[in-house]
């Protein structure tokens, strides 16, 4: 019997021990920030954690400020923003690396029931309604955009993030490229004092607001007004079209910065030049904010293989959720930039 006794309590602790090697074995790691990305950043969670399943990941959807903030206080393993950190707000960073992850359009969508056909915007009338000097939808501007359309007299809405955004950021980029008037009025960041309209918090602040209001126009990611079937306008470009937001439109966008993306990928690619017939005009791409160094090995090589997930495997999965996929020259400096990864100091291999 005592030779049966011991071998029982041999093969309990061996399995104790294997279990807690599978244990101690397990991965969390933690990211905060872009609403803009969090569709497709919740598939590639998904599917990176199929193949890995010692790996967990949490992403928060807060706003790209916020997941700069997180990176910043050292709370998360890493952030995404739809803008990228400038020169000089790197000084106020610990050593990071920034690389695009994906791309998309920053949509322009709005609350009118009686249009059975996408509203079409310019330049000129999209900057009016953000400055509030376009006040209904009967106004000869947004008339003239859109010839034998019936729009409605109601007054115009305007819904805003509430929040420090990356989309933010990129709209506020291109009313800037396109309006002197708001460029010194209002200029283009994270946050600006908006000059009319009511905020939201994230984008699913936003298309809650604008699904509240009739004659409500705002901006979110493609996907968000989906999901809450919600339309989006064409938008005026520099060469005369009214283009829609899709993927393919923001890949015309991308190709049309092409020279300028090799040489830093923290080019703006909205508003792109005329020669770019098919471009939609408010496209960003969206950033990972990577600590360069870390304590912990195991965390640090799982980040590691997870981004390098994203930036080739997981690209075709942000193209079928409209997003659009990096040019090669971007996955190539992406590569080169996640080569410059430390844990404790040391190379990951």
């Known amino acids: 019997m005592r030779p049966r006794f011991y071998a029982g309590i041999l093969l309990s602790l061996a399995a104790f021990t294997i279990a807690s090697c599978k244990s ?6 933690s990211g905060a920030g872009s609403t803009f990305v969090y569709p497709v950043m919740t598939r590639w969670i998904q599917d990176f ?3 890995h399943p ?3 990941i949490n992403y928060q959807s807060i706003g790209s400020g916020g997941g700069i903030q997180q990176v ?7 952030g995404a923003s739809d803008a990228p950190l400038a020169d000089d707000q790197l000084t106020d960073m610990p050593p990071i690396i ?5 791309a998309g359009p920053v949509c322009i969508t709005y609350n009118l029931q009686t249009l059975s056909q996408p509203l079409q915007l310019s330049p000129e009338a999209l900057a009016g309604i953000f400055l509030g000097t376009i006040k209904t939808w009967k106004d000869p501007l947004l008339a003239k955009d859109n010839p034998g359309v019936n729009l409605p007299p109601q007054p115009i809405v305007v819904v805003h993030r509430a929040d420090g955004s990356g989309t933010t950021n990129a709209f506020t980029t291109y009313l800037a490229a396109v309006s002197p008037d708001w460029q010194s009025r209002v200029g283009k960041g994270n946050s600006v004092a908006w000059p009319v309209g ?4 994230g984008s699913e602040g936003v298309t809650g607001q604008l699904r509240q209001a009739p004659g409500a126009i705002g901006y979110v990611e493609l996907t968000y007004a989906e999901q809450n079937k919600l339309p989006v306008a064409k938008i005026k470009n520099q060469a005369g079209n009214y283009i829609a937001p899709t993927a393919q439109s923001t ?35 969206t950033f990972l904010i990577i600590p360069k160094d870390g304590p912990d090995k195991d965390k640090r090589t799982a980040l590691k293989n997870f981004v390098e997930y994203i930036v080739t495997d997981g690209q075709p999965t942000a193209g079928s959720l409209n997003y659009a996929p990096l040019p090669d020259g971007v996955k190539q400096f992406n590569h080169q930039q996640l080569g410059q990864m430390t844990a404790g100091g040391q190379p990951i291999q």
């Open 24 to 29: 101690s074995n397990n991965v969390q790691l």
């Open 49 to 51: 954690s199929q193949s």
């Open 54 to 56: 010692s790996v967990q």
């Open 72 to 78: 910043k206080s050292h709370t998360v393993d890493f």
């Open 98 to 102: 920034q690389i695009p992850e994906t």
């Open 198 to 201: 009511i905020g939201g918090k």
């Open 251 to 285: 890949t015309a966008a991308i190709a049309a910065f092409t020279k300028q993306l090799s040489q830093d990928p923290r080019q703006p690619i909205v508003n792109p030049p005329a020669t770019a017939v098919d471009a939609y005009p408010i496209s960003t791409l």
